[in-house]
């Protein structure tokens, strides 16, 4: 399957939160041969475009190529690095990490670290250690040698983990949020024939402290339709009720009724579901996640966008490494091509 070897690519590169370059290259390189143009806008956004023919409807997908991590915070005299988190990170899953930090001489791997547990105190054990209380340990000896190895204040770091199938059509991987929406996105491109809308694919940047990226370039496209390609909570594993997170792996898609950022629009619902059952694609439908998409920030652009959201179920998400099946990426490809395809009959 083409797309899980671009998703690999994607997965693989480095992508914290307002450091996308080695994503927003990818971007580039695999949206180029299936669009009419290619171009970045002032904030860092990639925007592939799809020309249709005069006044049809534009249409513009999205799908946030940054990830969550970490960025250098201080050097200590004895060469570790205390950092900050970029986007929301559980610190219970942060001990322990090998983790990669991009200095400008270089990736240079690292662990993050604490105080040992044989040395600490019974109350010590029970609790849980916050970001701040922990460090990464890249093996200098002193500040200097940390800063010669090329680590300085303001390097991101993300998490050393490669890409891997693990079953027929189940991958693991970093940054799935959203790496999938990006190669969902691509394929999508890839598919769409006709002229019957303008397509503008959207590679956003920081999504993940506020939807920034999607906000300009909403702005500058204004757009009749925006979809967010995004993953959503897959809550089929032990410890979540159904009333929590109802969306399964491999039952296809989700399709967002409301969220934290955003209602769906009537017309944009209509036509998701539509276009699922006509083409019979499976879907799920989802309401009341606490989170939010690019589509947040689409919706209220200028005079108001009507916006919708395709969602991969993943498990996992927010965490070092997550999971997802090939099928519903697949399937989300299909619901997203066979939308577009209606649009004109909605809008």
């Known amino acids: 399957m083409v797309i899980a070897e671009t998703l690999e690519k994607l997965s693989n590169a480095c992508g914290v939160t307002g450091r996308e370059e080695e994503v927003r290259s990818l971007m580039k390189k695999f949206l180029k041969p299936h669009v009419d143009e290619v171009k ?53 899953i942060l001990l322990a990490q090998k983790v990669i930090v991009y200095t400008e001489k270089g990736p240079l791997h690292g662990i993050i670290g604490s105080k040992p547990p044989h040395i600490q105190k019974e109350e010590e054990r029970k609790k849980v250690l916050t970001y701040d209380e922990l460090f990464i340990d890249v093996g200098a000896e002193n500040q200097e040698q940390a800063k010669r190895m090329g680590a300085k204040i303001g390097d ?48 956003t940047v920081q999504e993940e402290v506020g939807l ?8 500058g496209i204004c757009p009749d339709v925006g979809i967010a390609l995004d993953v959503t909570v897959a809550g089929d594993v032990p410890g979540v009720r159904e009333v929590e997170a109802p969306i399964k792996l491999k039952k296809g898609p989700s399709i967002e009724i409301a969220d934290a950022g955003l209602i769906t629009h009537p017309k944009v619902l209509r036509l998701l579901v539509d276009a699922a059952e006509e083409n019979k694609i499976p879907y799920q439908l989802e309401t009341g996640l606490p989170g939010s998409t690019d589509a947040a920030r ?40 066979a939308a577009i395809q209606k649009i004109p009959k909605y809008f």
């Not at 799935?176 to 929406?181: F, T």
């Not at 394929?187 to 397509?199: F, P």
């Open 40 to 92: 970045e806008d002032k904030l860092g956004n990639v925007i592939g475009i799809k020309e249709g023919k005069k006044n049809t409807p534009k249409v513009m997908l999205a799908a946030h190529m940054d990830e969550i991590g970490l960025l250098v915070k201080t050097i200590s005299k004895e060469g570790f690095l205390q950092f900050t988190k970029i986007g929301g990170i559980d610190d219970r």
């Open 156 to 203: 991101p770091v993300g998490f050393d983990i490669k890409f891997a199938r693990i079953g027929k059509d189940i991958v693991i991987g970093k940054a799935l949020d959203d790496r999938v929406g990006c190669a969902v996105m691509i394929e999508a491109m890839k598919q769409l024939k006709g002229k019957d809308c303008t397509v503008y694919a959207v590679g």
């Open 212 to 219: 920034r990226g999607a906000t300009t370039a909403a702005f």
């Open 298 to 337: 689409i919706s209220l652009t200028r005079e108001g966008v009507p916006c919708g959201v395709i969602s991969v179920p993943t498990r996992y998400i927010h965490s070092p490494i997550s999971l997802l099946s090939l099928e519903d990426v697949d399937n989300a490809v299909k619901l997203t091509v």
